[in-house]
């Protein structure tokens, strides 16, 4: 990927009324928060836009205005990076520029404002349970599901009282598993497993690739047991702004002091249209033996 010449998209719209606007030369700032694991992270963002126009204010006056967020350079083009909601907007002057400040959320809407009351029968499986969540979410795609857990069986069957977030929470609590829903599709996988094990686009993150500064060690939260076998080693790298760096899947970092293929557990992409930040900030963990083996069929 050439990065320089950096672009973005900004698209706010209404999805009743059809009414919408595409920003793509304001001064923007954002801040997108992404995880592998919604159900103790939800994906967020942060956008200050600057001089917004009477009309694109008025179109915000609305509940919870769809909003599409993509970042790019001139050369490779623009990657979505966040496809939510507006939860909260703020707008004040500062000398001659009227900043507008926009909470959002991935997917809000879609996981929070609708009920779902069903029972999935006896004999049903995991993976049923979330096909039956998603069918209440009819905009949401069916992403990648992975792992052996998806075909454990309910011999009682499974009571769904809740909206599509609670339920997707407490089911992969249950089974020890994560979801998160990206780009209008949902997500499953287990505990620090993988949603793709493919190597040909995934992003290499070296100083020849925008690396800044040198990966460092990290931990995971300590929340486990230490014969925990989900555990793994953590890093931590910051690169250029690359939007195809995404939770679930894997990159390669290459350094004098690390060198191999990591899973990426979260990612915060920070960007100033007009200033000097346009970065991501990864926590990524180390493969299972399992997923290692996987990696080296596929590749």
């Known amino acids: ?10 698209t706010l719209g209404n999805a009743e009324t059809g009414d919408g606007v595409e920003i793509t030369n304001l001064q923007v ?8 694991d919604n ?7 942060t956008v200050e836009v600057y001089n917004l ?26 990657v979505t990076i966040l496809t939510g909601n507006v939860k909260e907007i ?7 520029d009227r900043i507008t400040v926009l909470q959002l959320g991935e997917a809000f809407s879609k996981l929070n404002h609708s009920k779902i ?21 009819p905009e949401v795609a069916r992403g990648n599901y992975t792992g052996g857990k998806l075909s454990s069986p309910l011999p009682y069957g499974y009571s769904l009282n809740g909206t599509p977030r609670e339920l997707l929470t407490k089911l992969c609590k249950e089974k020890r598993m994560e979801w998160r829903v990206d780009g209008d599709a949902l997500y499953v996988c287990e505990e620090n497993g993988l949603i793709s094990t493919e190597t040909q686009s995934a992003p290499h993150i070296s100083a020849a690739t925008g690396m800044i500064g040198v990966p460092y060690r990290a931990s995971e939260p300590a929340t486990k047991l230490p014969k925990d076998k989900t555990t793994r080693k953590g890093l931590k790298v910051t690169t250029l702004l690359n939007p195809n760096i995404v939770p679930g899947k894997i990159v390669h970092v290459d350094s004098p002091d690390v060198k191999g293929w990591y899973r990426v557990n979260d990612v915060t992409f920070v960007g100033d249209f007009r200033g000097n930040d346009w970065y991501a900030d990864c926590f990524c963990t180390s493969l ?12």
């Open 90 to 96: 703020q707008t004040t002057q500062q000398g001659t």
């Open 1 to 10: 990927m050439q990065q320089k010449n950096r672009i973005y998209s900004l």
């Open 53 to 78: 126009s009477r009309n694109t204010l008025n179109l915000l006056s609305d509940k919870f205005v769809s909003c599409i967020l993509q970042v790019g350079y001139e050369a490779s083009g623009l």
């Open 29 to 36: 700032r954002f801040n997108v928060s992404k995880s592998a």
């Open 288 to 299: 299972s033996e399992t997923d290692a083996e996987l990696l080296l069929v596929a590749a």
């Open 117 to 137: 009351n069903a029972l999935v029968p006896p004999g049903a499986t995991v993976k049923d349970v979330i096909d039956t969540v998603r069918k209440y979410m």
């Open 39 to 45: 159900k103790k992270k939800p994906s967020s963002a």
